[in-house]
C-alpha cells in the first residue's frame, strides 16, 4: 500500500531551490533511505512530507489517516528547564504511564523515564527521541540522520534498535543517513538525492549508478558483496529493480 506519493515537489528557501521537482514514494513495510550530499535538500525533503514546511509546490498525498512517527536530526533543549524524559514523551499528548513506558521499553529505555533531558548521554538522547516517535504506533517512521553525535558502535547499535522496532511495528521506515555501508546494508530502495533525484532504486542498482559513484565512489561495494540485507524484497516490488538516473547528478543545487 501506498503510504506517501509526491509529484514535482519543489521547495524554495529565499531565492535558492532547495528541491526541484521531485518524485517520490514510500509503500507499507519498506525501508527507504535517502542519500546526498551536504546541501542537496534531504532534511528539506523529510520536513516537506511531515507538514514541518508548507510552503511547496507540486503535490503530496498522503494514506488516509496516516500517522507518522518523526525523529530530527537534533532537537535544541533549553538546559535551564527542568523537563524529565517522562514529561518530554507526554508533550504535546497525554499519553498515559503505561503507554510511556512500553515505548520506553521498546527501544531499550525502561531506565530512562525519570532522567532529567539534559542528563542524556547522545545515545539514551537518541532514543528518547525514538520512544516519542513511536508512541502513536506509526505507520510510518521517518528519520533524519538519526545517528547525529553517535560514535560508530553507538550508530551500529541504534540501527540494531531501528530494525527492531521496525520489525515489531511492522512500520516502513523513511531514513536519512550519511553511513553509505549501513545504508546499503539495511535499505529496500535507496534515493540519491542532490537537489532533485539523480537515481534510485535497490541498493546494488544505485551502488552501480554513474550518478552515485560521482557523489560518493565505489567504496560501498564491498559491502554490499558481502551482505545481503534479509529483508531485500526486491522480488514483490517489480518497479524498483531498475534505477532511473540523471546525468546532472553530479552539479550542485
Partial sequence: MRLITTNKLTVQHGRQTA?????FHIDSKEIVTVVGPNGSGKSTLMRTLVG??????????????LSI??????????????????????????????????SLAQVNGAD???????????????????????????????????TTGLDQSGSANFYKLIEEVRHAMGCAVLMVSHELHVVMAAS???????????????PEVVANAPQYQALFGTGSMGA??????????????????????????????
Fill in 52 to 65: 514541518a514546511i508548507d510552503d511547496y509546490a507540486g503535490s503530496i498525498e498522503r494514506k488516509a489517516r
Fill in 112 to 146: 530512562l523515564r525519570d532522567k532529567q533531558m539534559i542528563a542524556l548521554s547522545g545515545g539514551q538522547f537518541r532514543r528518547a527521541l525514538l520512544a516519542r516517535a513511536i508512541l502513536g504506533r506509526p505507520e510510518l517512521l521517518i528519520l533524519d540522520e538519526p
Fill in 188 to 202: 529496500d530502495r535507496v534515493i540519491c538525492l542532490n537537489g532533485h533525484v539523480c537515481c534510485h532504486g535497490t
Fill in 224 to 253: 554490499l558483496a558481502l551482505y545481503r540485507h534479509e529483508h531485500d524484497h526486491s522480488h514483490d516490488h517489480p518497479h524498483i529493480h531498475g534505477a532511473e538516473c540523471d546525468a546532472k547528478c553530479d552539479g550542485t543545487s
Fill in 19 to 23: 528541491l526541484h521537482s521531485v518524485d
Fill in 69 to 102: 512517527g518523526y525523529v530530527p536530526q537534533k532537537l535544541d533543549i533549553d538546559r535551564n528547564l527542568p523537563l524529565t524524559v517522562e514529561r518530554f514523551l507526554r508533550l504535546p499528548h497525554r499519553y498515559s504511564r503505561a503507554e510511556i513506558d512500553a
